[in-house]
């Protein structure tokens, strides 16, 4: 969804850097959120935010950090990668109306950690 | 911890119905039941979702039984863009939060 933006799109590092993965919608949601996908694992959830003062950890936190610097951005952090943080990882919004759960999905980043 | 179960891969060949099934034991009560669709190197696209019963929209069915405890996606007359992993989205109840399905590889044959 172009709504949707994440940059960037592909990144190769070495283990012990950080890495920033950011996030950014047009849309207007409050809602954003951190998935990794791995092969054969479907999508975990990382982290989420239900507003810009809202940080949830989801199923896999450890490792990550989360920034919601505004409505729009939400950034994912990895402040000492690893390879075994090497997967895609999908940004998302939503909106808050009842238990709708369609999010929309960013284009992914996929993260190399040699 | 609600937990979900999908086939990891079917076939089909263009023209046929496709039903895929993912049981969940344990979802929240309040929450809708999601399925998304997702190409290679493409973030999950919503297709349908639905509460109980039977929603239907112009590009698939979604089945709930009264027990909420499976959802059933059904593609009528699949073609061979239809080929790609579709993923059930459900509530932890136990936790508030989205539980995605480990998800199904659907491959459509001419």
């Known amino acids: 969804d172009a709504d949707v933006t994440q940059t960037p799109r592909n990144r190769i590092t070495k283990t012990g850097k950080r890495i920033m993965l950011e996030c950014s919608q047009t849309?207007?949601?409050?809602?954003m959120y951190w998935y990794r996908q791995d092969p054969g694992l479907g999508l975990r959830l990382i982290y989420y935010?239900?507003?810009?003062?809202?940080?949830n950890k989801g199923e896999i936190s450890d490792g990550y950090s989360v920034s919601r610097q505004a409505q729009a951005k939400f950034s994912l952090s990895l402040e000492s990668a690893i390879p075994n943080q090497t997967a895609l990882y999908f940004c998302?919004?939503?909106?808050?109306?009842?238990?709708?759960?369609?999010?929309?999905f960013g284009p992914g980043t996929r993260l190399t950690v040699l | 911890l609600a937990k979900t179960t999908q086939p990891i891969s079917m076939d089909s060949y263009e023209g046929q119905e496709v039903n895929i099934t993912c049981s969940h034991n344990?979802?929240?009560?309040?929450?809708?039941i999601t399925w998304y669709q997702q190409f290679p190197s493409q973030g999950p696209r919503f297709i349908i979702q639905?509460?109980?019963t039977k929603v239907t929209n112009e590009v698939a069915s979604l089945f709930i039984p009264a027990d909420r405890k499976s959802s059933t996606l059904s593609l009528p007359r699949v073609s061979l863009s239809d080929t790609a992993v579709y993923y059930c989205?459900?509530?932890?109840?136990?936790?508030?939060?989205?539980?995605f399905g480990t998800g199904t590889r659907l491959q459509v044959f001419p």
């Open positions: 998302a919004t939503s909106d808050t109306v009842g238990q709708n759960n369609e999010q929309f």
């Open positions: 849309k207007g949601h409050d809602r």
């Open positions: 935010s239900f507003d810009v003062k809202d940080i």
């Open positions: 344990n979802i929240a009560t309040n929450d809708y």
């Open positions: 639905g509460y109980k």
């Open positions: 989205l459900v509530g932890d109840p136990a936790t508030d939060k989205l539980i």
